[in-house]
């Protein structure tokens, strides 16, 4: 038998030890086989100083991940750009190297430029490829519920400015015709002394109006004569000119009559 190497020389062929030694290393032989394999099967591997297990040298298989399913970006950018409108698309690149990426819709129309907010999204260009679509996705029913509610604000608004046009319309119209059906008059108020005359207002519209002193006539615009008698006084006659809203008085003194010498 060949001894194993254990880097002293071996020693010479001829010097063959005695049978009963031969039984002996045979012996050893099988005693540390049998050690050997109840070692590999039984027993737990060594810890390492740190009280780890030693590390596996087989290779550590990840799972595969499925990606995003794919969905058509530049077809929804397009379905919240009104007809004529300009989107504005801005990337930018940060100091640690990540992008932010800017969408800027326009406004709908009659919807203030101030309302419209932008969608901003950013991380690395890795995560914009796998995510943007995602938050698009989220920022476009959003977007539509804005445009939605601008076009309601503005109808709304048209609908209360229509109906206040119409009401003050119909108000001018109102007071136009009451205008035209209405002579245009003033007003004379006569007073006279002694107040207890008689007097009559001859109107431009050819009737005649009895009054009292003091008392306010509603006449025709034109000229109207006013006749004021009374007994034992002189009787008075006056012409006044009426203006259209205008109100006009006029102050009559009868003196006493001269005795009549044929009486």
Do not use: C, H, W
Request: proline fraction near 9%; avoid cysteine; aromatic fraction near 4%.
């Amino acid at each position: 038998m060949t001894a194993l190497a254990t880097g002293a020389p071996a020693p010479a062929a001829t010097d063959n030890p005695p049978a009963d030694e031969l039984d002996e290393i045979e012996d050893e032989d099988a005693d540390e086989s049998a050690y050997d394999e109840t070692t590999d099967d039984d027993t737990e591997p060594e810890a390492t100083e740190s009280g780890a297990a030693p590390v596996s040298a087989e290779p550590i298989v990840m799972p595969s991940l499925d990606s995003a399913p794919f969905q058509p970006v530049f077809a929804g950018l397009a379905s919240i750009i009104p007809t004529k409108g300009t989107l504005l698309l801005a990337i930018a690149k940060l100091a640690n190297g990540d992008l932010r990426v800017t969408v800027q819709p326009p406004p709908a129309p009659d919807e203030p430029a101030e309302t419209v907010l932008p969608l901003t999204v950013t991380g690395t260009a890795e995560e914009l490829d796998a995510e943007f679509v995602n938050a698009f996705a989220v920022y476009k029913p959003s977007r539509e519920y804005a445009t939605a509610s601008a076009a309601e604000i503005a109808r709304q608004t048209k609908v209360a400015a229509d109906k206040a046009r119409n009401e003050a319309e119909a108000r001018r119209n109102k007071t136009t015709t009451s205008s035209v059906g209405r002579k245009p008059s003033g007003t004379l108020t006569i007073t006279t002394t002694p107040a207890d005359a008689a007097i009559k207002i001859a109107a431009n519209d050819g009737k005649t109006r009895d009054a009292k002193s003091g008392q306010k006539l509603t006449l025709p615009v034109g000229k109207a004569t006013i006749t004021a008698t009374l007994a034992g006084r002189n009787t008075k006659l006056a012409t006044v000119t009426i203006a259209n809203g205008k109100d006009e008085t006029l102050a009559l003194d009868l003196p006493a009559a001269e005795p009549s010498l044929f009486t």
